[in-house]
């Protein structure tokens, strides 16, 4: 079975600087993708960032981006030049050969101005 | 451009009452599911299927069923709900199953079901 572990309830950071969010993982399978799901108070569900198991490089997405440890099986998110913006849930999730994608339970992050 | 319709937005049961949470997607995605919210406990799935005709359980499947007569639809019902089914509902889809092309998920709004 998958499981998916956020360790920090909540974070804080303040605006313009950088915070990281951590998530570690168990799985099986050799083949899988990881995310990030950020969720803001309007409870919608928007893809931060994805990373491809079988690739190395880690992924990036414009201020974000993520540390991926294969063989730690960590997976963690850097908010890079945190904006007022940048404040909700933040999800990760891992996904499985059999159609689950299965989430952690969620790191609270609060910017401060 | 609709992506994912959940319907209803609010819902309050009876503890026993039974009801149908609603989920179209209108992008012929294959992979559809159904995910709680609760609080500290993040999204928790509790069905999904990877195409018509097709449903599996997820992690916290009893006390609700599912069908996918069509690649549209994906119902989510609760035969007879239980104060322990108060949540946040989400249904999401995507084009295909996730490890094979990691197909990003498309979340529906979210339903906010009270039973009493």
């Known amino acids: 079975a998958q499981t998916v572990t956020q360790s920090q309830p909540e974070m804080s950071v303040q605006e313009a600087e950088t915070v990281t969010l951590s998530c570690t993982y168990d799985?099986?399978?050799?083949?899988?993708?990881l995310f990030w799901y950020k969720q803001p108070p309007s409870r919608q569900m928007i893809l931060v960032i994805r990373q491809e198991a079988y690739k190395q490089q880690n992924a990036t997405e414009n201020r974000f981006s993520v540390n991926f440890q294969k063989a730690a099986k960590s997976f963690s998110l850097k908010i890079s030049d945190s904006q007022l913006g940048d404040a909700a849930m933040y999800f990760c999730?891992?996904?499985?050969?059999?159609?689950?994608?299965?989430f952690g339970q969620g790191t609270t992050l609060q910017v401060k101005p | 451009n609709a992506g994912v319709t959940q319907t209803p937005k609010f819902q309050v049961l009876k503890t026993g009452q039974s009801m149908t949470l609603q989920c179209a997607q209108d992008?012929?995605?294959?992979?559809m599911s159904w995910y709680r919210q609760d609080p500290g406990m993040g999204l928790r799935l509790i069905h999904y299927?990877?195409?018509?005709?097709?449903?599996d359980q997820g992690e916290v499947p009893n006390g609700y069923n599912v069908s996918r007569s069509t690649t549209e639809d994906f119902p989510l019902r609760l035969l007879s709900a239980a104060p322990s089914q108060t949540s946040v509902y989400f249904c999401?889809?995507?084009?295909?199953?996730?490890?094979?092309?990691?197909?990003?998920?498309?979340f529906g709004e979210g339903s906010r079901l009270t039973v009493l």
């Open positions: 999730a891992v996904s499985s050969n059999t159609g689950k994608l299965i």
């Open positions: 999401a889809s995507s084009y295909s199953g996730l490890a094979g092309e990691g197909g990003e998920l498309f």
């Open positions: 799985t099986s399978e050799s083949d899988y993708y």
């Open positions: 992008m012929n995605h294959e992979y």
């Open positions: 299927s990877v195409g018509a005709g097709i449903t």
